[in-house]
Every structure is written in structure tokens, then in C-alpha cells.
């Protein structure tokens, strides 16, 4: 498909004006103005039209497919949502609005939202208080990471240093090194795909400041020693961060402020109903028990004496501003509306149908492709391209083989400790029809490989780009834009 500039004819208009009968007055100065008119596309109405809903059509979107892109969690979301989220009276809200003036009608609706869905993520997640400030994930991260470095730094300490699985997210080692901590590596026990308590007991000294955890990890295994890491972490005076990116998998099942968890965020837009991809819109609220709540981001919401809602500025050990206003309000609102709607026993359904999803779609694989932990996982399984490798065939290769059979392609190549990684999250709200569509071009995708394999290695042949040159395009802008 070619390019809009590419499809522009000299002298074509969307829109003819008539000639403007108002003598000119330029305001800006001759010096700043063009000496020719700007290089815009020239196209009719109908070519553009046709041309942007042609893209629209080449798009792949969980509305249009099954998007089992693993620790993404890209799963359906309700219309509903949206719906709420557009509403006049929270749309139109300006940040700057009063709080209590005018009978207090202009953002209490707003703040109790706010307050209330705090109040929720405390009860889901086992946690004191926590901030829905933090705009993403990565975000929520960091800020953890700040109030971990503020309650030692306020208690004297000088501990400098991270420990944090050599299977976690990326953005851990990323979140604690912007916080200004060092951080080490911990290895997986490759025995149960869990962070190896022997090493973390070799590794933790008195300069740790803290564990970092995913539970369940990028594995989708649920960890069953995190209440020792814990004892170890708190033997030493360090805290146990909680990456709760794959909370949706123990949802009403386990709460992490029971096993004695410090801090830890939750991706709303994960878990909680927030269409995900395309850099956006995410929030990352981050909960901490009793002994971190007087450093937690200003402003937070507070209910006074008459039932009244304001934000509160008065904390004197806070970490400080680390978002403009209050964050991604609409994303915090759907989160706050997905939680009414399904209830407890709806959020215990949540993680009971991931669950069984990934394991459904494990156990058909099995035996097709190699399987590094042959274990229940929880809500994504990790499968690896490895038996395909003697047939020339790697995880890349089946990814776009995917694309012809009409899927989105998994996440490859991660987590990082399995060598041709595939990881699969089939989420909760895909039906069985869904799933075993999936599962027989898995079948058949591996069937090519070993009969066919340069099918495979030529796919995808059923869109207008193949294979492009990735590196290239990325570091050669103008090189990509000229096609």
C-alpha cells in the first residue's frame, strides 16, 4: 500500500473555499514567513478517506483477533467502559477545577472515584494505601523503587543495591538503576522455573535494599517459596518489591500483602479493563504496607469529617510529585467501573479462566513444541522453538507463520533465560473455539516445519510487508519513510 505523499497530485482539494473577500493582514513578521507553501499532501476527500480506511482494515487488534501476546495481557475489554469513560461529568473535568467550592459539585464525583477505587486495590491486593498515580507499569516501578530509597535513606542507611531475578521484566533492573540502586542478578532454579533460594541466600548482604519479585513470574509459574524470600529479604532489613504485572492470574486467590510483600503496582491497564498496546493509556498504581505510607507521591485523596473529598498536600516525608495532576484518571475510572461490574466472584472467574486457558492451551502443545518447565503454569505458558531448530525453523519464523493463519504472533525470545522462547497468554476472555483454532495452526505450523520448512521460513506471505529489515528501519528513518 502506497504512501499518502505517494498518492498526492499537484492541484487536487478536499475542499474548495471561496476566495477571502477580508484584506490581508499578516501578523507574523516577513522574516518568519514561508517563501513557498508547505509540502502537504494534494488528495481529494474520497482518496483520503479510502486511503485511511484502507488502513484501518490492515490493522489486528484484539477486537478484530485472537492477540495472545504473552506478559502483554491483550484481552478483551467491555464497551461499557468506554462508555463510562466518555461521560459528560468526568470527560469534561478540568484539573483545575475547585475541590470544594459550589456546594462541592464540580470533582467530588471524580475524587471518590479515586478514593474508593484506592480502597479496592487495598482489599484485592492485601496492601495499607496506595497511589493510582503512576502512569504505567515501568512507572509504578520507579516510584516503588523511590519509596524503597526514602525509608532507608530516612532511617540512616546507606544501602545501595537491588537483587532482582534474572528471569523479571526488563524494566525492573531498569526501575531500580534510575533510583539511583545497583542491582545483581538472581538465578532461576532451573529445576521448577522459581528464583533459586540458595543463590538469593549467597547473594543478599546488608547493602540490599531490596528483592524485586514477579509473581507469578515470566515463566507463569506462581511461586510457592515467596513467604521464605520474604523471611530472607526482612533477615537483612530489606524489602520485597512485588512486580504485580500478572495479577490477573491469582485474582481473589492470593493477595500479596499476606505474604508479607513491602510494595508492589498493579498494571490497570493489564488486569483491571484498559484497551493496552500502542504505548497506551496505562496506570500503574503502587500499594505499600504501613511502614511506607508517609512517603508515598502528593496529592492523595482524603475523606473529611462531612463526607466531603479533597486532596491532601500535608506530607512532610513524601516522595514528591511524580505525575502532572493525578495521573491517567480515565484509565483509574475503567479500572474502578471493571471492579463493580464483576464483584469478587466475577474477579475470582478473572483468574480461574486465564488459568485454565494457558494450561488448556499448554497441555494440547505439549510434545509439539519442547515445554522448558513441564508444570502447571498459571495464566501464560512459556513453550520453546527448540525441536523446530534441527529444520532450520526458529520462534521468529513460527511468529510469522502465525500472521498467515490469521493470528497475532506471541511474544518471542523472552523470558530471556529460555532459548527460543515463545510466550503464550490466552487470557480469560477467549473462548474454546478461539483457543483450539490456535492450537491446530500451532499443529500445522510445526507440521511445515518439519516437511516444509521454507514455508515457514518465507511466511508471512499474505501481507503487503514480509520481512523488512527491522535494524534498518529503525536506525534509518528516512531510508523507511522512502519505502
Not at 131 to 138: C, I, S, V
Not at 321 to 334: D, M, R, T
Amino acid at each position: 500500500m502506497s504512501l499518502i505523499f505517494q498518492k498526492s497530485q499537484p492541484g487536487r482539494k478536499g475542499v474548495s473555499l471561496p476566495k477571502c473577500d477580508v484584506p490581508d493582514m499578516p501578523v507574523i513578521p516577513e522574516k518568519y514567513r514561508r517563501g513557498s507553501d508547505a509540502k502537504l499532501c494534494e488528495l481529494s476527500e474520497l482518496d483520503v478517506v479510502r486511503h485511511f480506511t484502507g488502513l484501518s482494515r490492515k490493522n489486528f487488534g484484539v477486537d478484530t483477533g485472537f492477540y495472545p501476546l504473552g506478559s502483554c495481557t491483550m484481552k478483551y475489554n467491555p464497551k461499557i467502559l468506554e462508555k463510562i469513560a466518555q461521560m459528560k461529568g468526568f470527560a469534561e473535568l478540568h484539573p483545575f477545577l475547585p475541590q470544594l467550592r459550589y456546594g462541592g459539585m464540580l470533582t467530588q464525583g471524580a475524587l471518590v472515584v479515586l478514593y474508593e477505587l484506592e480502597r479496592l486495590l487495598c482489599e484485592i491486593a492485601g496492601m495499607n494505601a496506595f497511589t493510582l498515580q503512576p502512569l504505567a507499569g515501568a512507572h509504578g516501578e520507579l516510584t516503588g523503587m523511590m519509596l524503597i530509597a526514602a525509608y532507608h535513606r530516612d532511617r540512616g542507611s546507606k544501602k545501595d543495591e537491588v537483587l532482582v531475578p534474572d528471569e523479571s521484566h526488563g524494566t525492573n533492573p531498569s526501575s531500580a538503576a534510575i533510583a539511583g540502586f545497583k542491582t545483581r542478578s538472581v538465578p532461576t532454579d532451573h529445576k521448577d522455573g522459581m528464583l533459586d533460594v540458595m543463590a538469593l541466600e549467597a547473594m543478599i548482604t546488608n547493602r540490599t535494599a531490596a528483592i524485586m519479585l514477579t509473581n507469578p513470574n515470566t515463566l507463569g509459574i506462581f511461586n510457592s517459596k515467596i513467604e521464605q524470600v520474604v523471611k530472607i529479604a526482612h533477615s537483612r532489613d530489606a524489602l520485597v518489591y512485588y512486580d504485580g504485572a500478572n495479577l490477573n492470574a491469582v485474582l481473589g486467590k492470593f493477595r500479596p500483602g499476606d505474604a508479607g510483600i513491602d510494595v508492589m503496582h498493579i498494571n490497570l491497564h493489564k488486569t483491571f479493563a484498559t484497551p493496552h498496546g500502542g504505548g497506551g493509556p496505562g496506570a500503574g498504581p503502587v500499594g505499600v504496607q504501613k511502614h511506607l505510607v508517609d512517603y508515598l507521591p502528593i496529592s492523595r485523596v482524603v475523606k473529611r469529617k462531612d463526607n466531603t473529598y479533597t486532596l491532601d498536600y500535608d506530607y512532610p516525608k513524601s516522595i514528591g510529585y511524580i505525575a502532572p495532576f493525578y495521573g491517567n484518571f480515565s484509565v483509574c475510572l475503567k479500572a474502578y467501573a471493571y471492579i463493580l461490574l464483576l464483584g469478587a466472584e466475577g474477579l475470582i472467574e478473572v483468574s480461574e479462566n486465564a488459568v485454565l486457558n494457558a494450561n488448556y492451551v499448554l497441555n494440547a502443545l505439549k510434545g509439539v513444541y519442547d515445554v522448558p518447565f513441564n508444570k502447571t503454569c498459571m495464566h501464560e505458558c512459556v513453550l520453546s522453538a527448540q525441536k523446530q531448530n534441527q529444520y532450520g525453523v526458529h520462534a521468529l519464523d513460527i511468529a510469522k507463520a502465525l500472521i498467515d493463519e490469521g493470528f497475532h504472533p506471541p511474544t518471542i525470545y523472552f523470558p530471556l533465560i529460555v532459548k527460543e522462547a515463545m510466550m503464550i497468554e490466552p487470557t480469560e476472555s477467549e473462548s474454546r473455539e478461539t483457543l483450539d483454532a490456535f492450537i491446530a495452526a500451532m499443529k500445522r505450523i510445526a507440521e511445515n516445519a518439519e516437511k516444509s520448512p521454507e514455508k515457514v521460513c518465507s511466511a508471512p506471505v499474505s501481507t503487503p510487508v514480509s520481512r523488512p529489515d527491522e535494524v534498518k528501519a529503525a536506525k534509518d528513518m528516512d531510508f523507511n519513510f522512502r519505502g
